[in-house]
């Protein structure tokens, strides 16, 4: 086999309910996952020794080097695999020596849509085939999750409640409803620790207002009924009322200029709006593909993002693209 070439989604978070912070540093998370239709591709083939090259939206951001999530990503699954042919006693067959991936990117970096991790996810598929690492997708999915928070999730797409992490994943039985979004690209970044913290410093000095102690953080985090039982009636119009984000807060207070972004899609006729996950991306759910096209046309209009996307979901998670595409 020469290479193998994957497809990923992009994920939003249409709930993402975030715990006080843990003793490791990450929080505990509800959240439901949402893939959609903006897709990252990544290649790999056999190489003298791993190494990473990425092309398209924002390459210049992405690190070339072993820092790099896909690379990161490889090395596990090598473990991974050795480990699984030495518990089946067998000679490893898989030629697991060095790997180049290509990354093409079209989901932004740094947007809070997860790209780096659906990266990983790709290359975790990509691998497995490329190296015949015989691991199942249960297998691929625990790997993933050692990898980063969304990594499992880029694996199985569709509509998913995540927990701990965010890496324990339950598929949400959604009907067949395909929703229209609009996606505001920001003209900037944010960085996903830097908006925990900022949430967990809003939340220290809202306890201390209020006559709090250290002590008062909030409870765990919970799963919002009432979106589970919009997504069940396949109603966008319930979907749209019930999205929340409790990084939201924390991201507007980095990026103030967000706030004018999301009021103007709410005003020209969004059924809904949030953040997508750690931001700076602006998410607005339409009601049919004709309004996510009029919203997409007035939102670039408005002047209140550097670029608009549309695109729908769910889609499924990271797949081999066939050979003669
Ligand atoms: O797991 P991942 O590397 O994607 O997470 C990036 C950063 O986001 C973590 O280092 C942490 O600061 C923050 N995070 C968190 N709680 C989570 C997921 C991510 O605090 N559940």
Redesign the pocket.
């Known amino acids: 086999m020469t290479g193998v070439t994957v497809r990923v989604p992009a994920k939003l978070n249409l709930q993402l309910a ?1 715990g006080p ?1 843990r003793a490791d ?5 509800v959240t439901v996952f949402h893939a959609v239709s903006l897709f990252d591709e990544v290649a790999a083939e056999a190489a003298g020794r791993d190494g990473v090259t990425v092309t398209g939206e924002g390459a210049d951001r992405v690190p070339a080097g072993p820092d790099n999530l896909v690379l990161r990503a490889a090395a596990a699954l090598r473990k991974a695999v050795a480990g699984a042919a030495a518990g089946r006693r067998a000679s490893i067959g898989a030629d697991t020596a060095g790997v180049h991936i290509t990354i093409a990117k079209r989901i932004p970096v740094a947007a809070g849509l997860a790209g780096g ?1 659906a990266d990983a996810a790709a290359a975790l598929v990509a691998c497995n085939e490329l190296w015949d690492g015989g691991l199942s997708q249960p297998q691929l999915v625990e790997v993933a999750a050692r990898v ?3 990594v499992a999730f880029a694996l199985l797409g569709g509509t998913a409640v995540g927990r ?3 890496e324990q994943l339950t598929p949400a039985l959604a009907p067949s409803t395909q929703y229209h979004w609009v996606l505001a690209f920001a003209d900037g970044h944010l960085s ?2 830097e908006v ?2 900022a949430l967990d410093r809003l939340r220290a000095t809202r306890a201390g207002g209020a006559g709090g102690t250290a002590h008062a953080s909030p409870a765990g985090p919970d799963l919002d009924a009432a979106l589970m039982s919009a997504l069940r009636s396949g109603e966008a119009r319930l979907v749209g009322r019930a999205l929340s984000n409790d990084l939201q807060p924390a991201a507007l207070s980095l990026f103030p200029a967000l706030r004018k972004t999301l009021a103007a899609g709410l005003e020209l006729g969004a059924l809904g709006a949030l953040v997508a996950g ?1 931001g700076p991306t602006c998410v607005f759910l339409a009601a049919s593909a004709d309004r996510a096209l009029d919203l997409a046309v007035s939102l670039s209009g408005a002047g209140v993002c550097r670029s608009v996307a549309r695109v729908t979901g769910p889609v499924a998670g990271a797949a081999i693209v066939p050979p003669s595409k």
Do not use: C, N
């Open positions: 975030v912070p540093g990450y929080h505990d998370l991790s980063g928070s969304d701990g992490r965010g996903t620790p925990y913290a750690s």
